[in-house]
Structure formats: structure tokens, C-alpha cells
């Protein structure tokens, strides 16, 4: 069994207002997306990683993962695909550039959640060996309210239970052959989901929910950039402790 992944890379990251995307910011003197990349590169049960970006940025990033080959173990494991018109159109690109059975792996993950762990990625794996779906998801904290929106604002509609809800994070995982048929079904009708997730479910296929973590964030807003270097900073001591 193979287990490849895939980070979807293609974004312009408008809400960070920078000069470049933010999966190409610094954290800790190494790009976002470096960080990504290392975290599945230091799984061996990982075979592969495809990173999909804008078209003009395809050398850009083949020359990033070759700086940081030696070092991260990127040589002959990370492969830089052209991404689609939005996240689905990506994902499926690189989807189709895998060498792969329908019984092997297939790992999403947000380029700009830098901070995924070891941990989370084997649990995330196991779980797609028991279920053939998984996502990484935080149980809600805050009252969840269901609204319907109007030209004066948002008015509540209901209170949803907060033991009914999870925030979703990534990686999220899939059986490839199971990802195909979605991704196959939701272009055959013109679907476009908020994640893989949402393809899967669609398609009446039960999706399991791995713990994961508020440290797990994904790089959006300013200040996003100084709390990652907090939770760095911290798992840093407590490496050093050990």
C-alpha cells in the first residue's frame, strides 16, 4: 500500500494582504509551504508528495524543494503539478499524476497548516485504512448558531448542538480509488465542494473524524504568522526538554 500526498498550492492569499502568497511567507526563516512539505516528507510510510501551484509559479517552487532537498528528504519524493481554477481543480490534477491503485492512500493537506505533526498524520492514515475516509476536525468550543442571512445583517435561526459539530482541518484522507469516483461524480454534475470531505460525502461515503489540535492552524489573516512562531517556539522547548 502507498501513501502519497497532496498540498494544494495554487492560492493568491488575498485576506493576508502581502506582497507574495502566503504559502511563500516566511515562518522561522523557512517558507510556509517548506514547513508543509517537511512534516510529510519525515513520514516514511509517506511515498510521495505533489504540491500543485499557479502555473507561473511551477520553477519557483521546483527550485525551492531542490534548495531544501538534502536537508528535508524532498529528493525523488516531492513533485510540483500545475493547479486548477480553484482548490478542486487543483487537487484533481494532482490526483491524476499519481501512480496509484485503489486500495493505496491519498493525504490533503492544507499548504499553509505548517504545523501539522507526526502524530497526527499516522492517525490520519490509520484511520483511512479503517474507514477509507478520514479528516483531522476540532471539536466546536463556542455556541454554534445557525443563521439565515439578510439584507440587514444575520439573523438567528436555530442553535445547533455543539456535540453535533466539528471544525474541519486537513490532512484529510481518502482510498484513492474512493477520491476518483467523487472527484469524477461532483464534475460529471458540476460540483464544486468546500473540501474533500464535502465530494466524498456527497457521494454517501462515511467520512471519520481524527482528534486534532489548535497548534494545527492555517496561515490566513495578519497575526496568523506570530501566533505559528508561538506554537514553533514552544514545541521547540519542549524538544529541548526531552
Known amino acids: ?4 500526498a497532496i498540498l494544494p498550492a495554487a492560492g493568491l492569499g488575498t485576506r493576508m494582504a502581502a506582497a507574495l502568497p502566503k504559502q511563500f511567507l516566511e515562518l522561522n526563516g523557512l517558507p510556509i509551504l517548506i514547513h508543509s512539505l517537511r512534516a510529510f516528507a ?11 501551484v499557479r502555473g507561473n509559479e511551477v520553477e519557483r517552487v521546483r527550485a525551492q524543494v531542490a534548495e531544501y532537498a538534502d536537508a528535508y528528504g524532498f529528493a525523488g519524493r516531492v513533485h510540483v503539478v500545475e493547479g486548477g481554477d480553484n482548490r478542486q481543480g487543483s487537487v484533481a490534477n494532482a490526483l491524476a499524476a499519481l501512480k496509484s491503485g485503489n486500495e493505496d492512500i491519498v493525504l ?21 485504512v479503517e474507514f477509507g475516509a478520514a479528516i483531522v476536525g476540532l471539536p466546536a468550543i463556542d455556541t454554534v448558531k445557525q443563521v439565515e442571512r439578510t439584507a440587514h445583517g444575520a439573523l ?24 476518483h469516483k467523487a472527484f469524477a461524480e461532483a464534475t460529471a454534475d458540476g460540483f464544486v465542494g468546500t473540501d474533500e470531505a464535502s465530494v ?3 457521494m454517501g461515503h462515511p467520512v471519520a473524524v481524527v482528534p486534532g489540535s489548535q497548534v494545527n492552524l492555517k496561515i490566513t489573516q495578519p497575526g496568523d504568522i506570530e501566533l505559528a512562531e508561538f506554537y514553533l517556539r514552544q514545541r521547540d522547548r519542549d524538544r529541548n526538554r526531552v
Open 1 to 4: 500500500m502507498q501513501v502519497f
Open 42 to 52: 519525515s513520514v516514511p510510510r509517506v511515498t510521495a508528495i505533489y504540491v500543485a
Open 108 to 128: 490533503v493537506h492544507d499548504a499553509v497548516r505548517p504545523l501539522i505533526d507526526t502524530a497526527t498524520i499516522e492517525r490520519t492514515i490509520d484511520a483511512v
Open 156 to 179: 438567528v435561526t436555530s442553535t445547533i448542538p455543539r456535540e453535533f459539530v466539528v471544525l474541519a482541518q486537513t490532512p484529510q484522507g481518502f482510498r484513492c480509488g474512493v477520491l
Open 200 to 202: 466524498v460525502e456527497r
